[in-house]
Each structure stands twice: as C-alpha cells, then as structure tokens.
C-alpha cells in the first residue's frame, strides 16, 4: 500500500497536514475537538462535484433529463438542501423522506415518490404536496393512487426486467423473484389500466435493478428489458451504481454509467424520450468519513481496537458485510493489520477487519473511509447510542447541520 492509497479514498480534498488529516480545509482533529466523537463528516465540495459530475454526464449525453438523488442515501435537509442548490431532483421512498425534503425546500415538481407499499397516508402527502411524479409499483398502488387523486398526477410503472445483479442479495431488486415492481406481462396490464385511468397520466417506465453494482452490463440489459413495452415520454433508468470502498474495489465513473445507461437507451428508447437517474450512494459515499475516538486496545491474535462507536452509526458492515478502510488521523500510513471494533455488545460488531492501523492508542482518533452512504440512514439506538452529529467542511470552515442526540432524546418519545 501506498500513501496515495488510503487518500484515494478520502474526499477528494483530503489532505495530510502537521495535524493529520484534513478535509475540506479543516484537520479532523479540530473537527473532534469542536464536536466530539463519533461525527460524520461531509466534505461539501466534493459532494457537489460529484453530483455535478452525474448532472453533466447526462447532459453530455442525452437531450433531455434529470438526476434525481435517491435520497435514501442520505436523508438530511442539509442534504436536500445541497441537492436542490445543484439543480438536481430527489427520490423519496416514503412520507418521511419526503416530510424532510419539503421541509428543506425542495420544489415538489422535482420530487419522485417510491415504495413498493405506500400507505393511503404516503400517497395523499405526496399528491397534497404536488410531487412531480409517482412510480406505481404494483396494482394496489395503482388503484390506491387512483382512488386518492383529484386532478391529473403523472406516474411511472416500475419495471421488474428479470435482470439478476452482481450484488449482496439484499441489494439486488431487479430479478424475478423481487418484491419490486411489475412483471415484464404486469406492467403491460398496468399501463393498459392507467391508459383508461380518470386521474392518473402515464409519463413512462422505471427500472431500477440494485445498489453497489460495479459491472456495467446488467444495467444495459435492464433498460434493454423496457423497449419492448411500447414508447413513452419518460424512462427511469434508476441508480445503483457502486462506490469504492476499498484498495481493492474498483467502481465505474459516472460518466461511464451514464455512458452505459444512454448506449443502450438510444438502442431501444424513443430518442425524443426524457432520462431520468437515481443514483445516491455514488454521489454520496466517498464525500462522508467517520470519526471516531479509541477507547480500548485490546492485544493479541487478533489485536482489537475499540472505538467509541460501531454498529449504532455503521450498520453496513453488519448488515451487508460492506468493508471499509480506516486510518489514525495523525498517524494515517503504514501500521500492522488489527480488528476495528465498535463498542456495541455484539460479536458482529466490527467495522474494520484486518485494518491497517499504524501503532493505535487510547485517545487516537481514526477515521473510517466512504460512509457518507446509507451510514446516516441507518444509525440507530442500539445498547443506547446516541445517534452522531452531521458536520459538513467547505472551504476551511466545519458547520453542524444535524446535532448530536442527548440522552433526553433517548426519552423524548415517551408517553
Ligand atoms: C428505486 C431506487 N432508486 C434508486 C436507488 C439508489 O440506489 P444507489 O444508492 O445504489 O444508487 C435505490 C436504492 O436501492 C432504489 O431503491
């Protein structure tokens, strides 16, 4: 391994400094000290060129369309607000994520709402609040949405294309037997139905086949899988594509997905037709780091080294065996394979196996790599961890945009 390697991973304004590293202009340990460990970390700049990169990709390389972040990713009004600010849509997949991105100021015609099980509650916020496009996934959903609609509402039908992807089983939703969306046969039938539908305009097709996908050709075959439907206005070619996480992992660009995706579109879509993406982890993941202090060393074969955090702010690696790679901030090259635990009272919880940590000790503050995905969406209480603050670094200047949570918020909902 060389020193470039594990900056590689960091936000591209990562740097090493006489105080360890920095991001975005600020040292993580003036980010620890000011805020305290575990803290998510945002490099804001990064984060925009990034979904700038897949904004302009698309631009680039089909007439007319739009990102839309699935902001699943990373569901914080700063978040929305960023996204909002770089002209790009969102994907909400619920009455929350949507709750969030209204309250941020997201123009709703820009919004798509998800889920596979919408409630009567979901449905009548998204078409109270004028969201730009529903995507019906299934025939109770259709004729809920119908049921609830009083003036026009433009849908897409979320295609299954029977297109296995090369992921975690849990991430993967575009093969046969998925709980998402319609049938190559079932969507016929659907668009036949909304074709006679009082309230709802039928604008185009889904797909989306899962997440954490890093070879390029099942994705072609999935939009290759919506040509034979007939020709619409608007396609979703979803998200999905993989970030790196690792020395050894190796993620397209967006740019080559995006050149994947429209390759294939111009060989079976309308040219005419509107492009929608939803991508979220890749425009997310690399532009997040966590913080995290060592509390414990614990030698032997193997030497494990707790942090003041885990599987409370990192449920990946649990959840989805998803690998990280972490660095002592002030000491973040070479360093001997060790066990990097969080503090949580489960064997599974492990952040990094066999990382390469350079001679830690109590008090050190390491930094784990890409977890500006999923990781936020997916923090948790458990043993009573209190969720981590959202920092975001711009220009030599760290903001709070979401605090720590207290102890009194661990009661907060209590009746
Ligand atoms: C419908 C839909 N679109 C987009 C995404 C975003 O996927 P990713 O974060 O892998 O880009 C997801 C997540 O799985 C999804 O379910």
Same mark, same amino acid.
């Given at each position: ?138 025939? $109770? ?266 102890? $009194? ?7």
């Amino acid at each position: 391994m060389t020193d470039a390697d594990f900056l590689g991973l960091l936000p591209p304004t990562a740097a090493v400094t006489d105080d360890g590293i920095a991001i975005g202009g600020v040292p993580l340990a003036t980010i620890a000290e000011r805020f305290g460990t575990p803290t998510y970390v945002i490099d804001e700049q990064s984060l925009r060129e990034q979904v700038g990169a897949f904004r302009d990709a698309l631009a680039r390389r089909w007439g007319a369309g739009r990102i839309h972040f699935a902001s699943k990713a990373f569901p914080t009004t700063a978040m929305y607000r960023v996204m909002a600010d770089e002209g790009v849509g969102v994907d909400v997949a619920g009455g929350g994520e949507l709750h969030l991105a209204l309250r941020a100021g997201v123009d709703p015609s820009t919004i798509l709402l998800h889920g596979n099980a919408k409630t009567d509650e979901e449905i009548s916020l998204a078409l109270e609040a004028g969201v730009g496009l529903v995507v019906v996934d299934n025939f $109770d959903d259709l004729e809920r949405l119908e049921r609830r609609a009083s003036r026009r509402q433009p849908v897409l039908v979320r295609v299954r294309p029977d297109v296995a992807a090369p992921t975690h089983e849990a991430m993967a939703t575009g093969h046969a037997s998925s709980k998402f969306g319609l049938s190559i046969p079932d969507a016929r039938r659907a668009i036949e139905r909304i074709s006679r539908s009082r309230h709802l305009g039928l604008e185009g097709l889904h797909v989306h086949i899962g997440s954490q996908i890093s070879d390029l050709a099942p994705f072609a075959r999935a939009v290759e899988a919506l040509g034979d439907l007939g020709e619409f206005d608007t396609y979703d070619l979803g998200g999905g594509l993989a970030a790196r996480y690792t020395y050894a992992d190796h993620a397209p660009s967006p740019d080559e997905w995006v050149a994947t995706l429209t390759e294939a579109a111009r060989r079976v879509l309308p040219a005419r037709a509107r492009i929608l993406l939803e991508p979220g982890r890749s425009v997310v993941a690399r532009a997040g780091v966590t913080l995290y202090r060592v509390v414990t060393v614990k030698h032997g074969e193997p030497t494990f080294v707790a942090v003041d955090g885990g599987m409370g702010d990192n449920l990946d690696v649990s959840l989805y065996g998803q690998r990280f790679e972490a660095a002592v901030v002030t000491r973040p090259f070479g360093g001997a394979p060790v066990d990097l635990v969080g503090r949580h009272c489960e064997s599974g919880d492990r952040l990094v196996e066999g990382a390469r940590l350079h001679d830690p000790r109590p008090g050190d503050l390491v930094v784990v790599a890409v977890t500006g995905a999923y990781c936020v969406t997916m923090a948790n209480n458990y043993n009573g961890a209190r969720r981590p603050p959202v920092v975001f670094v711009r220009h030599g200047a760290a903001t709070l945009r979401q605090r720590r949570e207290t102890y $009194d918020d661990l009661a907060s909902r209590d009746v």
